[in-house]
Structures are given as C-alpha cells and as structure tokens.
C-alpha cells in the first residue's frame, strides 16, 4: 500500500512516517522544506510543496492509496485566512480528481460529531479555544465539515495535547 503523509516533518507527522515505514508501507511525505526531513529509507519519497500549490498536491498524491494529513493549524491568536482548511479543499479535489478516496486527518474535540458523548474533556477544549485561539477554532471546525460532507472514506482523529507537545514544552 502507498500512502501520502502531508506535514511529515512535524510533530505527528514525523511519527507517522516512522510508523507507516515500519508497518511496511511505501511512503510519501509531502513536505515545505525536504532539509528537515532527517528520516531515509528505501521505501520513502520526499515531495517538495506548499498547500496553495494545487498542482504538486495532485501530482504528489497521484498513485496513493491513501492520504494523511498531519499539518495543524496556527496557534497565533491571530493570523490571516485559514490555510489549512484551504489546503484541505485542494487535496480534496484532487483526490476527487484521481480516485483516491481514504484519507485520515486529525484535530480538536472542537469538532463535533453526533455520537460523541459529552464530558469534561469533549466539551472545555473546545470553550478555551473559542477565547485563546478563537480563528484556529474556526479552521479546524471548517475542515471537520468540509471533510464531513466530502464523499471520502474518511477517519478523523480529535485530540486535546498531544504527548510531543508536552515532551517538547518539558525540554524548553
């Protein structure tokens, strides 16, 4: 199987490189900037590109049979547009385009679905992003929907803190 890991030199995505390699996938990681991909192996390809560039992306993709997408979103309280949820429209077309239909994608709790059950942990992320991170919030819930009312098979992975950012602020 031959699978496309967007954002694979980040947090996640550098571990789900690691992981898809040792699962013995063939990969490839489409990265903004291939010198900070450290990892080898025969099995991985780099892809230079950007998510604006809707012609790397499907050039990248094309062959795959699945997709994942491990880019977050910006944590500056304020930032202009939301590109990765226009990220997500071009992969998403893209996808369409090739006939790729599986793509697994993570965010926040602030995404909600109708099986989710409420408790503490599902709802108050999704209350202290409304007031710290008020514009993430609405990106990471426009790509929940956009994904959501895509013909895709699709798995969407909601964490709160993930345990390298917590490592990574332990080391700081």
């Known amino acids: 199987m031959k699978i496309i890991i967007f954002g694979a030199t980040g947090g ?7 992981h898809a390699l040792e699962k013995g996938y063939e990969v490839v990681a489409y990265v903004r900037s291939p010198q900070k991909m450290t990892m080898e ?10 998510l604006t560039d809707y012609e790397a992306m499907r050039d990248a993709i094309r062959g795959c049979d699945a997709v994942v997408w491990t880019v977050g979103v910006s944590m500056d309280r ?11 429209k071009l992969l998403i077309k893209a996808m369409n385009e090739l006939g790729i239909k599986r793509l697994i994608d993570y965010g ?7 099986r989710d059950k409420r408790s503490f942990i599902t709802v108050f992320p999704g209350i202290a992003a409304a007031i710290l991170f ?15 009312q895509s013909d895709l ?5 909601a964490s709160c803190v993930l345990l390298t950012t917590l490592q990574q602020a332990r080391q700081r």
């Open 108 to 114: 926040t709790p602030s995404v909600k679905f109708e």
């Open 134 to 148: 008020p514009q993430a919030k609405r990106e990471v819930i426009g790509i929940g929907n956009l994904i959501r």
């Open 153 to 157: 098979d699709w798995t969407f992975s």
């Open 12 to 18: 996640i995505g550098h571990h789900a490189v690691r």
């Open 41 to 50: 192996h025969p099995r991985l390809t780099i892809a230079k590109g950007v």
């Open 78 to 88: 304020h930032y202009e547009g939301m590109p990765s949820l226009d990220g997500h």
